[in-house]
């Protein structure tokens, strides 16, 4: 018997701040409304900025700013200025928005929200980049209807990068445990059934309990409607090589309970973000790759 579908809260249906098209909403009503179409648009659309290469593309200074682009908004004004096709239309490479991961993640959770596909973006760690190692990653994850679950989706894995990294996995249907959300992540770590020395971002070597713990605010705030940059630094994160002391791994222990299942603790875990100002996103956060206080 198929489970139930759970009740699945608003957010996870309608624009976010971040993942709103605004004035350039007209511009999705063209795309297709399956999930596989859909990551091909994105995919032709965006290039990651540490794989240019693979692409035959080396990016110029003056373009690094784009990965640093928060709003979908600003990213698709972005997309037109180097390109204003419609976006079924994939660009060459040197027309491609740079970005990273979480570009591609929530470029795809607009345009399936604008489909009608309940989607959220999921910040977590990716085991298919270093072996043995878990590197810091975002996803979009959608509620699909007919397998009366959700999914997780790497829309970033085009052949290129299948092909360098030797994916075997389904991109369309992510297994979970290739792919481990900030909550998962943390509760193997708190466990002891994975090292959390493992856990972080190739980039610097940062690695350790902090950093899980770092993605669990970021995690908490995309599921709560804020899809920041996966280097955005504010509220209760730890600094980098940071101790966690007992009242602070209770608090991460009670997050990660919370966003583990996203539907069934929704409320409980707006009000938590609300509230709390070691969750809730400011107005200004600091960019810990450029070194500086931003607004959002």
């Known amino acids: ?21 605004g004035k350039h909403t007209a511009l999705f009503q063209a795309l297709p409304n399956d999930v596989a179409g859909l990551v091909r648009i994105v995919q032709g659309l965006l290039i990651h900025e540490f794989f240019t290469s693979a692409y035959g593309l080396t990016i110029a200074n003056e373009r690094r700013f784009e990965s640093h682009l928060r709003p979908v908004e600003a990213i698709l ?10 976006l079924s239309v994939a660009r060459s490479p040197e027309k ?14 607009s345009m399936m929200r604008a489909a009608g596909i309940p989607a959220r ?21 959608y509620w699909n209807a007919e397998a009366a679950r959700w999914k997780l989706v790497d829309p970033q894995f085009d052949d290129k990068w299948c092909a360098a990294l030797k994916i075997t996995h389904d991109v369309l249907d992510v297994p979970r445990d290739r792919f481990l959300v ?23 070597d940062l690695r350790g309990l902090w950093f899980v713990a770092g993605n669990l605010v970021r995690d908490s705030a ?19 090589g940071e101790s966690l002391d007992d009242a602070a791994i209770a608090f991460f222990d009670r997050l990660a309970e919370l966003t583990r299942d996203p539907d069934a603790a929704h409320d ?20 810990a790759v450029l070194e500086r206080p931003e607004e959002v």
């Not at 004004?77 to 419609?86: A, F, K």
């Not at 709560?224 to 280097?231: D, F, N, R």
């Open 1 to 21: 018997m198929r489970p139930a579908a759970p009740t699945i809260p608003d957010c996870y249906m309608h624009a976010s701040r971040m993942s709103a098209a």
């Open 77 to 86: 004004d972005r997309m037109i200025v180097l390109d204003p096709s419609p």
């Open 96 to 109: 491609r928005v740079i970005g990273v991961c979480r570009h591609f993640a929530l470029a795809l959770v």
């Open 121 to 141: 973006a999921r910040c977590g760690f990716g085991n298919y980049f270093n072996p043995g190692y878990y590197e810091d990653h975002w996803v979009c994850e």
């Open 182 to 204: 900030a909550a998962d992540a943390w509760r193997l770590c708190r466990s002891g059934q994975a090292d959390a020395a493992k856990f972080g971002i190739f980039r610097g």
């Open 222 to 240: 995309a599921l709560t409607g804020t899809e920041m940059l996966a280097w955005d630094v504010w509220g209760g994160m730890p600094q980098p």
């Open 268 to 287: 409980e875990l707006c009000l938590l973000y609300e509230s709390d100002q070691r969750l809730r996103v400011p107005s200004v956060v600091f960019n």
